[in-house]
């Protein structure tokens, strides 16, 4: 699906009144975490692989063609060479982005880089674990150049490193 297609669906689900995020439980109870009250549910699937994406409101005007946002995504798998080959592909996908470019901070199952989403830089921090046989992706998108400032960007990662505290 087009990132395009994504954002106009995305409104869609905030303007239909989408529930504001807190705690949530995954893959039967065996993945649980909280987001901060501000965030807002926008995407949710069952099943295998089971996702839940949060838009993280940006309060500028930068938010009018950009999509600040947070997901998780739970994939059932046999055992760690399989959770490897998940990590491996998403890396793969990440990578034919338009105009991606590796970060700082990178580790075996910890990924920070920039791409190109509508012609704008996207700073991405994906981040992955293997739990209960379930591969776990962390991945927090946010526009590089928000006009929402420095605290934003800072609460926007604080948020993302309160969800990875309790994923580990």
């Known amino acids: 699906m087009s990132f395009s297609r994504n954002m106009v669906l995305a409104a869609a689900l905030v303007l239909a009144g989408a529930a504001h995020a ?19 549910g926008i995407m949710e699937t069952q099943g295998d692989p089971e996702v839940r994406v949060f838009q993280v409101p940006d309060p500028s005007p930068t938010a009018s063609s950009s999509l600040a946002r947070v997901t998780v995504t739970v994939k059932q798998v046999a055992n760690a060479n399989e959770f ?16 991606y470019q590796a970060g700082s901070g990178q580790g075996s199952d910890n990924f920070a880089y920039t791409a190109q989403e509508n012609g704008a830089p996207y700073t991405y921090s994906e981040r992955y674990w293997f739990k209960d046989n379930h591969a776990i992706q962390l991945r927090c998108v946010r526009p590089s150049q928000s006009q929402a400032g420095a605290q934003w960007k800072a609460a926007f990662d604080k948020g993302c490193d309160a969800i990875a505290a309790r994923l580990k």
Do not use: H, I
């Open 84 to 99: 490897q080959q998940y990590v491996n592909n998403a890396m793969s996908k990440a990578k034919a982005l338009t105009g």
């Open 22 to 40: 807190g705690e949530v439980s995954m893959a039967g109870g065996s993945v649980s975490f909280s987001t901060p009250d501000q965030w807002v």
